[in-house]
């Protein structure tokens, strides 16, 4: 097991297979991106080798993100590479979905348990508005084929961003009135290049809430408001889906965090919201031994940082968050 300086038993991975992306949603990219050169990023056999040492360290639960993580070149074969890696019992992606109804059946079949689709609004227009260059269309049929691939349970992912969708939410927790969904609502999170846009636009998770009690009736608390992973639960009178809250900024769940990420460069980051990481790639391909590299994830965990300071007005800006991995 891999625990912190601060007891916390660290066993939740997420990797990001690249930075690069095919949607440019206005709070995460600026419409003229650049991204690594491929050859900067973990090759399959780098990644599933990293895979295997953070298995051996304790490591059980991994997500795949990125950047778009359905784009990577040979995306099922690495999802059934890191599926078949003994010790990982819990395999899950992040995605924008666009790819999904082409890709949900193969990465089933591959090993891939769930999915978590980004969905910001249904409404269409203000959907393309916010990724620039997206299709609802798409990713509600990726919805769709993720569901009925068995890639569940569905949750869909809305940052919320002030003056964009702010005024559709409600119509989004009535997806969980018709479908068995988890409806998550994230509050926008600082990060470089996008920080004063970002900041000004947070919407609460209490202001959401009246939003959607004054259209939808009022949403009832869940276990007692203990966290589901980073979600507060809640659920609509009847509805058979759920709604969950992440408000990383204004209610951190730093105390019971289990995570840590692998940037698609190769790089331990030990907090999404701190600079701190610990370069392995470079090692990697200078010919480190695995022990010397175990050592060195081991070292960088115990030195986890305890939590963000966005309280303080402290914004990690070396990295983007689709280069961190979401
Ligand atoms: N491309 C995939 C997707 O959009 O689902 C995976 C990567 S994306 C960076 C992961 C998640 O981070 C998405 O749900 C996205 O909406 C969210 N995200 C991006 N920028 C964010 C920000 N500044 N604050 C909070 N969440 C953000
Ligand atoms: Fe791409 Fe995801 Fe960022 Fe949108 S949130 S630009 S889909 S990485």
């Not at 992040?94 to 079949?109: I, S």
């Not at 305890?306 to 007005?313: I, P, R, S, Y």
Request: glycine fraction near 8%; charged fraction near 20%; proline fraction near 4%.
């Amino acid at each position: 097991m891999s625990f912190d300086r601060f007891g916390r038993n660290i066993h939740y991975l997420r990797i990001s297979l690249t930075d690069h992306c095919n949607l440019r949603c206005v709070y995460c990219m600026t419409e003229n991106m650049t991204f690594r050169p491929n050859a900067e990023l973990m090759q399959d056999d780098e990644l599933l080798l990293f895979t295997r040492l953070f298995t051996e360290l304790g490591f059980d639960k991994f997500r795949l993100t990125g950047g778009e993580p359905t784009v990577r070149a040979n995306v099922v074969e690495l999802v059934r590479g890191i599926a078949a890696t003994p010790g990982v019992n819990s395999l899950s992606m992040t995605t924008n979905g666009v790819l999904l109804k082409k890709l949900a059946v193969p990465l089933k079949q591959a090993g891939l348990q769930r999915v978590n689709i980004s969905l910001d609004t249904v409404n269409q227009q203000r959907f393309q508005e916010i990724t620039r260059w997206g299709k609802f269309e798409q990713v509600w049929d990726g919805i769709l084929a993720a569901e009925s691939a068995g890639l569940t349970p569905v949750k869909l992912n809305a940052v919320v961003v002030r003056g964009f969708n702010d005024g559709d939410l409600a119509e989004m927790a009535k997806l969980t009135l018709h479908f068995p969904w988890q409806v998550r609502f994230i509050e926008m999170m600082p990060f470089a290049g996008q920080t004063d846009f970002q900041r000004s636009q947070i919407v609460s998770e209490a202001e959401i809430l009246e939003m959607i009690g004054k259209e939808c009736g009022h949403p009832a608390l869940l276990n007692n408001g203990i966290l589901d992973g980073e979600a507060r639960l809640y659920r609509l009178p009847n509805a058979p889906g759920t709604l969950g809250f992440i408000s990383s900024v204004t209610q951190p769940f730093c105390a019971g965090c289990t995570r840590a990420r692998l940037t698609a460069d190769g790089k331990l980051r030990l907090c999404l919201l701190k600079e701190k990481e610990v370069d392995l790639l470079t090692p990697l391909r200078s010919g480190a031994s695995l022990s010397d590299l175990k050592e060195m994830i081991s070292a960088g965990i115990w030195q986890k940082p305890w939590g963000h300071d966005l309280a303080k007005g402290e914004v990690a800006i070396n990295r983007m968050m689709s280069e961190i991995g979401g």
